[in-house]
């Protein structure tokens, strides 16, 4: 148990870290820009506290918040996404999820990738929404949601293919 606290505790502090001294400078062709730090949201187990769960992500969210000056944009998205992530994780996993005995390093990666997909767009249709905060640009709305998603979406495959190799 103390060991799991240490290595989220680790994990957070380096997503934060990761997110704001290399990936928020990274703007590939104007609307480009990956959110790696979704990842933690995405892979955090399933039987923990979910109040606690909520407050991490809005802490994480929160922590991205200041240092990109971003004005709660990414503690908003955070926050919807783990308040919404059982019923995407029953929608994606079905009967697994149902009996709480998920673990991602042992799922489908075909269903992985699917749950990947619909927490990123979520998360980067809410966050772009709230950062743009006007109808009459939609269509940038929808197009910065569809490539930074899929730049994220790559980063968090890799991500996980990295570091879940079997030994």
Do not use: W
């Not at 380096?14 to 928020?24: D, E, M, T």
């Not at 703007?27 to 959110?35: Q, R, S, V």
């Not at 994780?89 to 990666?109: A, M, N, P, R, W």
């Amino acid at each position: 148990m103390n060991n799991t606290i240490i290595s989220h505790t680790i994990q957070f502090i380096a997503l934060v870290l990761l997110q704001v001294a290399v990936l928020n400078h990274i703007n590939f062709l104007g609307d480009i820009n990956p959110y790696l730090y979704v990842i933690f949201i995405c892979l955090f187990p399933i039987n923990n506290n979910r109040i606690a769960f909520i407050f991490l992500s809005f802490l994480l969210g929160l922590s991205i918040d200041l240092f990109s000056d971003s004005g709660g944009v990414h503690a908003a998205a955070s926050v919807t996404i783990a308040f919404i992530r059982p019923v995407i994780l029953k929608f994606c996993f079905g009967s697994i999820y149902e009996h709480q005995t998920i673990k991602f390093k042992q799922v489908d990666f075909g269903a992985k990738v699917i749950y990947f997909i619909i927490i990123i767009f979520i998360h980067h249709l809410i966050l772009f929404s709230l950062e743009i905060f006007n109808l009459s640009n939609i269509l940038l709305v929808l197009k910065k949601t569809l490539f930074s998603g899929i730049f994220t979406l790559l980063l968090c495959v890799i991500t996980t293919v990295i570091f879940s190799r079997k030994k």
